[in-house]
Structures are given as C-alpha cells and as structure tokens.
C-alpha cells in the first residue's frame, strides 16, 4: 500500500511538473515582451515641478559672422604633419589630402549657399524630456485623389546627421517625378538623435538608444502619428530597433541598412568556423558566404582595424572630444576618415582616401559644419560611453526579439555583413531581406535612389499583406 501511494504521489508530482512546465510553455509563448518606454529628465538640474511645454517651432540653421571669422582663422593657423610617404589613408587621413580640403574649404566653400540647402526643408524643435529637439518635416508636395502620406521616421547614425538624408527625402516625398510610381508616398520625420546637430545633447548621464528611441516615439505621437514606419542604418539601426521593441503596435514597419547582432549562440559560432564549407547547414546563400569569409580577415582583422574610434568614445570621449571642438582641421580629418574607410575599405589604398569618388566636397564638408556651428562632436560621442559602458549582451533590449515587420538592404561594402540567418534570430518577422550591388555605410547620401527603391519594396509588401495587423 505504501508503494501504491508513494507511485500514486510520484505521479502527481510528475502531473504537476508537467502542468507548470505546459502552463509556463503557453504563456511563455503567449506573451510577447516589449521593451519599456524610457520616461527620462535630460534637462540642466532638477525636474521643473511645471508642465512641459510641448508646442513645435519652427526653425532655420543661422549662422554669425563671428563664427565664421573665428572658424577661418582657426583654418588659417592649422598646423599639419608630413604623412608618411605612400602611406594614402593606411595610418588615417592623409594630410596631404587634407590640406587640399582645407584650402577648398577657405577659398571655394560657400556656407552661407548650404545654409540656404538646409533651409530648404521646413525644420522645428521641440522640447521632449527636458530637451530640445530638432527635426526636419517634409510633407509630399502633391497627393494622388484619395492618397494619404505614410509617416515616415528617418534616424541617422555618426558621425552622420539629418543632412544624410537630404537626397533621398525627394525620392519619397515625391516619387512619381522619379520615375518610382506613385503607389506609396511619404511624410518624412529626420530629428536630429539629442546631442547631434541641433538636438540639445542631454545634461545627464545615461542617454542611451532606449532613451533616444522613447524619445522619438513621444516626438512621433506629438506629430499626430499614431502608426509610422522607421528606417534607419548605423545608430539609427538601434535606434529604430528599440522603438520597433518599444510601441510596436505604432511601428507599422520597420527597415534597416544595417543591422549588427550582439547575442551570439552555439549555432552562429559554430557557422563562423564552418559556414564556408557547409554554407547551407547554416542557412548561408553564396553572397553571404563571399562577404564574410575568410572571416579571420574579413570579420575579425576588420573589426579590430577599424573600432579603435568606438573604444576610445566608449571610455573617454570627453578627452578626444575636446579636442576635436576645438579644432575644426582636427575634426574634419577625424571624421573624413570615417567617409573614406566605411564607404569602401579599399579606398585606404588611395592617396586621397576615395572621399570624392561617392560624395563631393559640399556634402562632405556640410556634414561637418553641421558638427562644428553646433559645437555637438563631444556629446555625440558620449552615445558610444551610454550604450556601452554596460559591456555587449548585458541590456533589456538586447535580449528581446523583435516582431514588427522588417526590411533589410545589406548594401555591398558595409562595415560588417549579418546574414539573413543570424538576423532572424533578432528579427522575427523580416519580410525582405537584399544585397544590395554597390553601397558602403552611409547609404541615403552615396545610393539614395537604390535606397528608395528597397523602401519602397518593403512599404509595398506590408501594406499589401496588412502585415502590421498580423503582428
């Protein structure tokens, strides 16, 4: 009788075991995690016990002629070091090629006409968690009968800003005069990320992805956009990604032209020792398998080649920063080197860094004086320092998936490739995923139109399928 019982107890307890594992296993299942909205305070001292003003002013990038003068003269007094001979972009920016850049910075440059380029898309601020916010806000200059505009947010990366996008807001605003259809047509939304061009840069410490993602999103819900698509490449990549996690019954989609994964299984270390001989085990097609190996040179050397930057501003960015503020030679050879090494790391073999084989001088230098009128090069680096002092894999979002529909473009000549095999351990639901023929790091300003074109693709897919309603 004992021994019936003690089974009889046995077998209830294995019942109950099984019952929780069951009930866990469902609900487990069930329950899809989002990510917390970040509520934060990035403003100078305490939190006012007043209500935020939440108006949206409009705004124009002016500049003085004090600044001006003051940044001429700084040109004229620059001091530069021999480069090494035939050294071209091997040791970082070549000076050689940098003093060129700096007599056509003095004598051809004309800011004052890209002050009228940047005003030409309507801009505003508004102060969100205590800070103020800059964005630019294009609306479709015409609408097909009985068309509405999809919103559209935009976030950029570093060193890159909101004039990144200026070419390819046309291609989406206005696509039919493109010869890109009219089928789907954008509201585009391109903030400056807080502490980037003329985004406030927070006052207090911990401004991470997380936090710029809620802050993006109460920017959007401000707009009146209660569902919008995201798209982003470099910071704007997570960016993006956190806010997908955040409200991901207000992204509609969510599109990417890079995405880096930072939790890594058994399955994607073993397919970097053998994906090149069992690609298919892996679920590697040929392309990847020609991007990333031999991946001792091409993942590894490449990381520990050109991350030097991100560990020095993931430590110390104040130091270099202040530097870089103080010099605006200093901070054009530190960001060039950046155009020339991700656009192409071929182009390290040339003299003048390929800088002008993908983007013309105006650009280039817009992009910096953007950094250098605003005096923003320091807090943007501190973003490396917020989201990764806590070391990689350690932080909530890491861990979450994501389920809103996804688009990747893995443009050719990235810094680093993900496959579409390692990406869908992230991204549950991605819906289309292309290598992209040609294009390195900065896409919307090297390709726009190939950019547009995958956008476009992707919009198409989901609003076709309605795959937002089957998140």
């Not at 989609?253 to 892996?282: A, D, E, I, R, W």
């Amino acid at each position: 009788e004992l021994c019936s019982s003690l089974a009889g107890i046995m077998l209830l307890e294995v019942f109950l075991v099984l019952g929780t594992l069951i009930i866990y296993f469902f609900f487990s299942k069930k329950k899809e995690e989002t990510l917390p909205f970040k509520d934060g305070w990035w403003g100078k001292g305490p939190k006012p016990e007043t209500k935020e003003d939440t108006s949206v002013r409009p705004f124009k990038v002016e500049t003085t002629e004090e600044e001006l003068s003051d940044l001429f003269r700084r040109l004229d007094q620059a001091r530069f070091t021999e480069p090494l001979e035939n050294s071209c972009f091997h040791y970082g920016t070549n000076s050689v090629y940098l003093r060129k850049v700096v007599t056509y910075w003095k004598n051809q440059f004309n800011w004052k006409k890209q002050v009228e380029v940047l005003n030409k898309y309507p801009q505003f601020k508004t102060k969100i968690q205590g800070i103020d916010i800059h964005f630019v806000h294009v609306k479709p200059p015409r609408l097909p009968e009985g068309q509405s505009a999809k919103p559209l947010l935009m976030v950029h990366g570093w060193p890159g800003s909101f004039y990144e996008f200026y070419k390819i807001i046309p291609l989406l605003t206005d696509p039919a005069s493109h010869g890109l259809g009219d089928e789907h047509i954008f509201e585009v939304i391109c903030p400056s990320i807080p502490g980037y061009g003329f985004s406030e840069a927070p006052h207090k410490k911990d401004f991470d992805s997380v936090s710029a993602a809620s802050v993006f999103c109460e920017l959007m819900l401000r707009l009146g956009f209660n569902e919008f698509y995201t798209q982003g490449g470099d910071w704007g990549w997570l960016i993006c990604t956190n806010l997908a996690q955040i409200a991901p019954n207000h992204v509609k989609g969510l599109h990417l032209n890079m995405v880096s994964v930072t939790k890594m299984g058994l399955t994607q270390l073993l397919s970097v020792l053998l994906g090149q001989y069992l690609p298919g085990l892996f679920g590697f097609q040929k392309e990847d398998v020609r991007r990333m190996f031999p991946f001792l040179k091409k993942g590894l050397y490449k990381i520990l080649s050109e991350s030097g930057y991100a560990h020095i501003q993931a430590t110390k960015p104040d130091t270099v920063g202040c530097g870089l503020n103080d010099s605006p030679v200093g901070l054009a050879s530190y960001i060039l080197e950046k155009f020339s090494s991700w656009t192409d790391m071929e182009f390290q073999n040339l003299e003048d860094g390929g800088l002008e084989r993908k983007f013309n001088l105006d650009d280039l230098l817009t992009n910096i004086m953007i950094y250098w009128v605003s005096g923003c090069i320091v807090s943007s680096m501190r973003f490396y320092k917020e989201n990764l002092q806590k070391g990689i894999g350690t932080q909530k979002h890491e861990k979450l998936t994501v389920q809103v529909p996804t688009g990747i473009a893995s443009f050719l000549n990235d810094i680093l490739h993900t496959p579409q095999a390692w990406a869908q351990k992230k991204y549950t639901n991605i819906v289309s995923f292309h290598f992209m023929p040609r294009g390195g790091h900065f896409a919307a300003l090297e390709e726009p139109e190939l950019l547009a074109k995958d956008i476009l693709q992707f919009v198409g897919k989901v609003e076709k399928e309605q795959l937002w309603k089957k998140k």
